[in-house]
């Protein structure tokens, strides 16, 4: 695609209940990133996929935590019984190779309210 | 991975130019310096990238000096639109380890 999609853009949920953010990359970008951002906050790294293969998932906060990206594109950031402190946007971006890391294109990002 | 360091806010006039410290005293040898701009309720937007010495686009100016430690980001004659966070990040060009740590932002607010 044009650019990296993000979807849901807003996502309200009650306390407990499992949510799934989904990010589609540009085409043919083989590395993904997750990071979060709270209210007014800076950006925490989450995860990092090269193809689908994540070498590093120490950044997730918590075992509640996962992510899965399949067939090299689509990517599932899963939060299992959220809480309220889960609350947050959750950005995706990706890269065109592991080359040129640093330049990364952000999608909108996904709005996580956990009531 | 070097960490770095930036002003949490600064404030300008239309018109100015306005410069973006960065510190980053552990910059590695293989690590290059990224600039993003981030609007409210949108992602980062890259804005420039550089190694040593300046960098020029259409957006901004980056400066480097020779060892490193810091870096500049140049906004000439800034707008009311360049109102955002702007974001000093520093990590290698190939990404080995994954994770690329972004510093805490400088939240630019450009006055009438």
């Known amino acids: 695609g044009a650019g990296v999609s993000q979807s849901p853009s807003n996502k309200v949920t009650e306390k407990g209940k499992d949510v799934e953010l989904r990010c589609d990359p540009i085409s043919g970008h083989t590395a993904l990133y997750w990071y979060r951002q709270s209210l007014g906050q800076g950006l925490e790294f989450l995860i990092y996929f090269q193809g689908n293969s994540a070498p590093d998932k120490s950044g997730l906060p918590s075992d509640r935590f996962s992510a899965e990206r399949t067939g090299g594109s689509v990517s599932t950031l899963t939060i299992q019984r959220t809480q309220q402190e889960d609350s947050a946007v959750y950005l995706c971006?990706?890269?065109?190779?592991?080359?040129?890391?640093?330049?990364?294109?952000f999608g909108a990002g996904s709005r996580l309210t956990v009531l | 991975l070097a960490k770095t360091t930036q002003p949490i806010s600064m404030d300008s006039y239309e018109g100015q130019e306005v410069n973006i410290t960065c510190s980053h005293n552990n910059i590695a040898t293989n690590d290059y310096i990224t600039w993003y701009q981030q609007f409210p309720s949108q992602g980062p937007r890259f804005i420039i990238q550089?190694?040593?010495t300046k960098v020029t686009n259409e957006v901004a100016s980056l400066f480097i000096p020779a060892d490193r430690k810091s870096s500049t980001l140049s906004l000439p004659r800034v707008s009311l639109s360049d109102t955002a966070v702007y974001y000093c990040l520093v990590g290698p060009y190939y990404n080995q380890g994954g994770k690329l740590i972004f510093g805490q932002g400088t939240e630019l607010s450009v006055k009438p």
């Open positions: 550089g190694y040593k």
């Open positions: 971006a990706s890269s065109y190779d592991s080359a040129g890391a640093n330049v990364l294109t």
